[in-house]
């Protein structure tokens, strides 16, 4: 168990991802001045009620499950406001609460997947979860008129399943049951499912427009 400044927000952190923010409030200036300086953690956590501006006498609920995350950049941009980059590294569970600072703090334990150490049984899982994760971008590039590059991708199972699982422009609540799920295989199995999912609903949207010009009934 530890304690972990918590950074409340409206999106799903998964262990080895990204997370862009620009801490501008005074309390996370002080929470992620803190982080720098004393080389911690701070945690992740997807509200459940609220939102992540302070807004007075706002009640915001956190799911208790979330990500620490490292930070790996920071640039400074005048007033005390910060642009940072941090990286997704393990899941906990928060135990409790503390509120002694401006900031929102919790007594955690981390919370470890159910079958990680097998990864090399998950290796059949790779070659199709790849194949999802190239057919869905090339959908979603003709969906929304832009391209995007696919290079190489994670061959570790599980770094696989996270990125899967951090692409999807699914909603938060499915991408934090994703991340609250405790066996590795029931999560690359959602995550699969979810791709099929997305999948078809662009396939479907991307045939609509032709069958609407194929049309023979006049809109008058």
Same mark, same amino acid.
């Given at each position: #168990?530890?304690?972990?400044?918590?950074?409340?927000?409206?999106?799903?952190?998964?262990?080895? #991802?990204?997370?862009?923010?620009?801490?501008?409030?005074?309390?996370?200036?002080?929470?992620?001045?803190?982080?720098?300086?004393? *080389?911690?953690?701070?945690?992740?956590?997807?509200?459940?009620?609220?939102?992540?501006?302070?807004?007075?006498?706002?009640?915001?609920?956190?799911?208790?499950?979330?990500?620490?995350?490292?930070?790996?950049?920071?640039?400074?941009?005048? #007033?005390?406001?910060?642009?940072?980059?941090?990286?997704?590294?393990?899941?906990?569970?928060?135990?409790?609460?503390?509120?002694?600072?401006?900031?929102?703090?919790?007594?955690?334990?981390?919370?470890?997947?159910?079958?990680?150490?097998?990864?090399?049984?998950?290796?059949?899982?790779?070659?199709?979860?790849?194949?999802?994760?190239?057919?869905?971008?090339?959908?979603?590039?003709?969906?929304?008129?832009?391209?995007?590059?696919?290079?190489?991708?994670?061959?570790?199972?599980?770094?696989?399943?996270?990125?899967?699982?951090?692409?999807?422009?699914?909603?938060?609540?499915?991408?934090?049951?994703?991340?609250?799920?405790?066996?590795?295989?029931?999560?690359?199995?959602?995550?699969?499912?979810?791709?099929?999912?997305?999948?078809?609903?662009?396939?479907?949207?991307?045939?609509?427009? *032709?069958?609407? #010009?194929?049309?023979?009934?006049?809109?008058?």
């Amino acid at each position: #168990m530890r304690k972990l400044p918590l950074f409340p927000l409206n999106t799903v952190l998964f262990p080895g #991802m990204p997370l862009s923010l620009h801490i501008f409030e005074e309390r996370y200036k002080q929470m992620i001045s803190r982080c720098i300086d004393e *080389n911690i953690p701070f945690g992740v956590v997807l509200l459940e009620k609220g939102t992540a501006e302070e807004r007075p006498g706002q009640e915001i609920v956190p799911f208790a499950i979330g990500c620490t995350a490292v930070i790996s950049q920071v640039q400074h941009v005048g #007033m005390g406001r910060m642009n940072i980059i941090a990286v997704g590294t393990d899941r906990f569970r928060v135990l409790s609460y503390d509120t002694s600072e401006v900031y929102l703090q919790a007594v955690v334990e981390q919370l470890p997947f159910e079958g990680a150490a097998d990864l090399g049984a998950l290796d059949r899982h790779t070659a199709p979860l790849t194949n999802w994760i190239r057919r869905y971008l090339k959908l979603l590039g003709q969906a929304e008129n832009v391209t995007f590059e696919v290079n190489q991708l994670p061959s570790d199972p599980l770094a696989l399943t996270f990125l899967a699982a951090s692409l999807l422009k699914s909603s938060t609540a499915e991408k934090q049951d994703l991340l609250q799920t405790s066996s590795v295989d029931t999560l690359i199995d959602m995550v699969k499912s979810l791709y099929r999912k997305e999948v078809t609903l662009l396939s479907i949207a991307l045939e609509k427009p *032709n069958t609407e #010009m194929q049309s023979p009934f006049s809109a008058n």
